[in-house]
């Protein structure tokens, strides 16, 4: 993890972390770095970037940072308004643009915000890349592009952003949903500007709620999130399904017709098998991360499905899938990367692929969760600034005692405890088939984490 960029871009509190200077400081160097590997630059063109942004409130005001930022070192800027994550992915190729940004954080609560960068391709930037926008911003690597007169970049905007977008994800598949009854939650964010639109034109009959963001109630009290607030209203209202998206829409959860809850491991098991049937998961494999339930990789081994497992961050799911070719990644949080179609996480794609595969095979949504019963699990946060991280990571003692309670568990169950990459705590989780037990394992841990933590 880098000094600005965590395991999904830049991120802190609009306005005394994540500053009007320092967006500005990034869309600079970020403009200059990924101008030098593009072939972009005074020699030949002006760079082009787009932006797109989600719903908080700090959006315009960091936008407006990183537009003065992008134009003071001759970058063009194009914006595209309020839009999902992976939009901005897919449509920076589209465009033909040398980068996308998007300004979103994105489950956080609104007080939050970020910067993620994309290349010309759609793909997250590798650390590399990273590391040296990180030098120019933090080290003053070298100084600042200062071009004058025709050499400043411009600005414009593009108003069919979100219709490009959704026609691109109505064009991934072609059946229809007609008669489908869905609750789609939005969770205030990107999803407001696109989902309703989507799944009416499949065909779904669609109830749609948390589409009226006013800047501040991004993720507060729903998305994915919070989505057993869903529960009895799937029930009570005999839907076919739930779907909730977080706020920039890069991931989705649901909720069966039972009033259950479906997660992002069960959804690859789903999609992963429809796959398979259609002959077009390559090496009959799902890539996953090693926060993934333990029922996953049982399921998976039982319906005849290999399985990879890497650090969490949906971007090391993809750097997988792209060395070994393979075709769906993603998180239990719902992150699902679906590579025929795209180059990031999508919640929108991921549900319209969902339904259809549900559609096709006559399958309720609850069919996924036969297909893959979950392990009870306990997730501990305990609140973590850059130097409690640092105290967890170089306890020895500490370390010691976590591997001798996962040695107890043995086949049965494990303990996975790691500093998390995009808020300030540690997550600490424990998953095995007795809950009770593990309960008392993850309180306990956590509890001599806090020690370690405090003593620093």
């Known amino acids: 993890m880098g000094r600005l960029f965590g395991t999904d871009g830049a991120r802190g509190v609009a306005n005394t972390e994540l500053t009007c200077e320092l967006a500005m400081n990034i869309g600079k160097a970020a403009a200059m770095v990924l101008a030098g590997h593009s072939g972009a630059g005074a020699a030949a063109k002006k760079p082009r970037v787009v932006i797109g942004k989600d719903t908080r409130i700090s959006g315009d005001m960091l936008e407006a940072a990183l537009v003065a930022g992008l134009c003071s070192v001759g970058a063009d800027v194009e914006l595209l308004g309020v839009l999902p994550t992976p939009a901005v992915a897919y449509l920076v190729k589209k465009y033909g643009a040398d980068a996308g940004i998007m300004i979103s954080a994105s489950h956080n609560p609104c007080e939050f915000n970020g910067i993620k960068l994309f290349n010309g391709e759609g793909y997250k930037l590798p650390d590399a890349l990273e590391e040296e926008i990180e030098a120019i911003v933090l ?207 999508d919640g929108q794609l991921t549900a319209v692929q969902l339904l259809a595969a549900c559609r096709e095979n006559g399958w309720k949504l609850s069919r996924l969760a036969e297909m893959m019963p979950r392990f009870p699990q306990v997730l501990i946060n305990v609140r973590a600034d850059a130097a409690g991280k640092a105290a967890y990571t170089a306890d020895k003692k500490l370390a010691a005692e976590i591997e ?29 088939k007795d809950f009770d037990g593990i309960n008392k394992i993850a309180v306990e841990l956590s509890e001599k984490i806090k020690e370690v933590i405090h003593d620093t």
């Open 404 to 432: 001798k309670a996962n040695a107890a568990l043995g086949k049965t169950g494990r303990i996975l405890i790691r500093p998390s990459g995009t808020e300030p705590v540690i997550r600490v989780m424990v998953e095995g």
């Open 139 to 345: 080290d003053g690597a070298q100084p600042y592009a200062a071009p004058t007169g025709g050499g400043l970049g411009r600005v414009s905007t593009r108003k069919t952003a979100a219709a490009d977008y959704i026609a691109r994800l109505l064009s991934t598949t072609d059946v229809r949903l007609d008669g489908m009854r869905l609750l789609l939650d939005c969770a205030n964010g990107s999803a407001a500007a696109t989902a309703a639109k989507l799944f009416s034109a499949l065909g779904a009959d669609c109830t749609v709620i948390h589409d009226t963001p006013d800047g501040v109630n991004i993720n507060e009290k729903c998305g994915s999130t919070h989505i057993e607030l869903m529960a009895e209203a799937i029930k009570k209202g005999r839907y076919f399904a739930g779907i909730a998206f977080d706020g920039d829409a890069d991931r989705c959860l649901a909720i069966d017709e039972t009033g259950s809850f479906i997660d992002g491991d069960q959804i690859m098991i789903g999609l992963g098998l429809h796959m398979k049937q259609a002959g077009t998961l390559k090496g009959d494999t799902l890539v996953a991360t090693v926060m993934s339930n333990l029922g996953f990789f049982r399921a998976a081994e039982e319906h005849g499905l290999a399985t990879a497992a890497t650090k969490v961050g949906d971007r090391y799911v993809l750097e997988e899938m792209l060395e070994k070719d393979y075709m769906i990644g993603g998180e239990q949080s719902g992150h699902v990367i679906l590579r025929e179609f795209a180059t990031t996480g």
